[in-house]
């Protein structure tokens, strides 16, 4: 016996589901999951919804009242009816049903004292529970490495692992097995995410969709060049580049460039930001954001002065803001005059609602780590107030808010009822280094997602469903109002372990270049419950390099979405023309296969020959992914070539394909 998420012996199945378990082992899937649902009732009574879905959360009181025993049942029935599901081909139904299990260790979690952090490591002393658990997460595994998503079914059996008490797994030696079994055989420290040698094609259409990465070229050279820790937006169909700096120690950028993305015909330099860099700090780690009502783009450093860029005139200005406190609230926050120590402030994420400036996290003068503050400024009255959160982590957690972390990502429903809030890291390593509390030698990057009810004045932890997206920080994201869909691309985990066996080499971290999307409220959703929104991956047969930092922007009305710049590390994406970092400048279109997706006119058989994956082409013959050779034809390069063997066979069929021909 070696993973019990194909099998549960009979000597491991709890007396409550033993029935389903025997009908499950004979292929009596409905039967079993009959079973499965009557043990369930019986637990949580015959009126309680499961999977859970009020509001769309996570939490249930009831749930959170549960012994462990009985945490342990219901665990089981989730996992036996998610295993009926993926027998009968329901992989977005088994997936759920695996979720109920995850929300299940949350409640216990969340439920006891002291109130933990998500980085601090607990479980429940209960052996079955961790049997469960392990079960869930190395099918939820499998059933991800059916659909490609290869960052998820590391970081679940990863973390799983990491999680499970090792006193657990001594007693019941079939729960390492079962938690490391995709580790071990099938090499998933090796992937890439996406990895350029898995076939990027539909498996299952209600948990992907097809679309391509194609990649422009600016007519004339010049403009900002490769950058990272900028700043971007697209106002009237021109795309906008403020600030960064081109490496680790610079230079440090406060310039500012516009790009008609129409005719692509070069880059317009503006003026500078106007402000000293011994008054602000360096023009990195933030946020300009345009406001549609005031034709301006805002540009908050953590200072009481409001900068713009206006849209009309191309000229910077100021406004001056205060901060109206609340108490006895903002001084338990840790806010005396003003709440960001030493007017600084750097990687928040930002939002503009209406004529609402929102702010969550970042750093600033006394914390590394980051904070969950929560503002809120009025563009109209020029007044700020907090609405959650604290200066610095306190020592417990308040685990009815998002945690303290910088570079999370956010976005706003099209109502602009909702501000949405996902990811981002905690940098604990630097917080080591400064003393400050909860210092360690590693970052957590974050795998919560929230929402604020804007007219309630309240946060809801989400659920996660469908094909998500893995723990990730300083990702690319941006909503899509044409689609209706918010879409994430790329970013870094710090903890999440990469090994490359082709060059003997292992980083403690890993980078993406995956793209997924996530449902925006129908308009038949009157209370835009989530419950029924999911996440997709899109797939694509090229796609940018693997980075972090990159600005992923959208035009609000042709609906077409763009990826510029960001960063890598030298080694993990090699580059023999840098030395430690590599900044990028290059800039890129996404297409979907949706209404409105721009996906007209892809040739998806031609980019499975042709496409750019990363650092890497594909050869035209043989389909290998590699650092290969152009064709030197009159094509441009359109084909790649990995030796002299595959250029001549596949010679003929590019001539034909591409109307190629020699040169010279």
Sequence with gaps: MNDLSDDMPERLSLSSTRVGDALLRVSSYSPAKHEYLKVASAILGPTFQIPIAADGGVLSET???????????????????????????????????????????????????????????????NVNISIQFARARALAANIFLDIFNTGVVLHRRWRGNKLIPASHKLVVPEITRTIMAGLALRGLFHFRHPDPMIDQRIRDPSLQVLGSWRKLKVKKVGGPGRRMNFSGFIWDGHLYIAGGRQDSLG?????????????????????DYPQVMSRTNAFVGWNIIPCTEHEKAYLFTGRPVIDFFNLTTKTWGSIMTKFVRSEPGDTQAGIAAWPYPGNQLTDSTQQIIGEKLYVFGGTHANTTIG???????????????????????????????????????????????????????????????????????CGYAFEDFWSWDIAAGKWTRERMVGNVPCPRSDAGCVYNPVLNKTIVWGGYNPELPTDFASNNTSFSFTYFAETFMYDGPRAEDVSSNSSRRKWTQVLTQGFPTYRTQSQLLVDPQSGKTYLFGGFANK??????????????????????????????????????????????????????????????????????????????????????????????
């Design 571 to 664: 080694d993990y994406v090699p580059d023999p023309k840098t030395a430690f970092t590599q900044s990028l400048g290059d800039l890129w279109e996404l297409r979907i296969d949706l209404p409105g997706g721009h996906f007209e006119g892809v040739d998806i058989k031609d980019e499975k020959r042709t496409a750019q994956l990363g650092p890497w082409q594909r050869c035209f013959r043989c389909g290998d992914a590699g650092y290969w050779k152009k064709c030197g034809g009159s094509c441009c390069g359109r084909a790649f070539f990995c030796d002299t063997d595959c250029l001549k066979a596949g010679w003929k069929e590019h001539k034909a394909a591409h109307g190629c021909r020699k040169v010279g």
């Design 371 to 441: 904070c969950n503050l929560f503002t809120v400024l009025d563009l109209r009255t020029k007044e700020w107030r907090r609405l959650s959160g604290t200066t610095m982590p306190p020592k417990d957690a308040d685990v009815s808010i998002p945690g303290p972390r910088k570079t999370p990502n956010s976005w706003h429903d099209h109502a602009g009822n909702k501000f949405y809030l996902i990811f981002g890291e905690s940098e604990r390593m630097g917080a080591s280094l400064n003393g400050e509390l909860h210092g360690r030698e």
């Design 251 to 271: 230079p440090f950028h406060r310039d500012l460039f516009s790009l008609d993305l129409t005719t692509l015909d070069g880059w317009r330099t503006l003026p």
């Design 63 to 125: 749930y959170a009242n549960l012994p462990d025993s009985k945490i342990a049942d219901l665990m089981s029935c989730c996992n036996g009816i998610a295993q009926c599901e993926r027998k009968a081909g329901t992989k977005e139904e088994a997936l759920l049903w695996l979720e109920e299990v995850e929300l299940l260790y949350l409640n216990a979690r969340l439920s006891r004292q002291p109130k933990l952090y998500d980085w601090t490591p607990w479980f429940p002393d």
